[in-house]
C-alpha cells in the first residue's frame, strides 16, 4: 500500500487486494486508513469445492495500523455465502463476522 508519513510517500505492506476473491474497506476514524477491513472468499476444505463465479462463505480479517505496518487480526467466517455483495451488505446481514475468532 501506499501511504504518507512525514511528509513523504511510503511503500508500506497492507492487506493484498485480491480482486473478486478478496472485497476490503477502509474504516478509519476521521477518513485516515489506520484500520482496513478485508472479507476474502474461504471455500470448503476440499479445495475441489472451489468454483469460479459461485457463492462463497467469506472470512473477514481487520488490519489495523500500528505506526510502522498493519497488523491482521482474523475474525469470523460468515454463515451464509456471497457472490456480488459489498462488504457493508454483508455486515447488514451478518454483523457477529466482526468479533474475533
Do not use: H
Not at 486508513?33 to 470448503?44: L, M, P, S
Not at 468454483?51 to 475474525?75: H, V
Request: charged letters at 20%; one cysteine or more.
Amino acid at each position: 500500500m501506499l501511504t504518507y508519513q512525514q511528509g513523504q510517500y511510503k511503500l508500506i505492506e497492507g492487506p493484498r487486494n485480491g480482486g473478486y476473491e478478496q472485497l476490503y474497506k477502509f474504516a478509519g476514524e476521521n477518513g485516515i486508513g489506520n484500520k482496513i477491513i478485508v472479507a476474502e472468499r474461504r471455500w470448503q476444505t476440499n479445495p475441489t469445492d472451489y468454483c469460479a463465479g459461485c457463492p462463497s462463505r467469506m472470512q473477514f480479517s481487520i488490519y489495523t495500523w500500528n505506526g510502522e505496518g498493519y497488523d491482521k487480526i482474523e475474525l469470523g467466517l460468515t454463515q451464509n455465502k456471497y457472490l456480488t455483495e459489498s462488504i457493508d451488505e454483508i455486515l447488514q446481514k451478518e454483523p457477529n463476522v466482526l468479533n474475533p475468532q
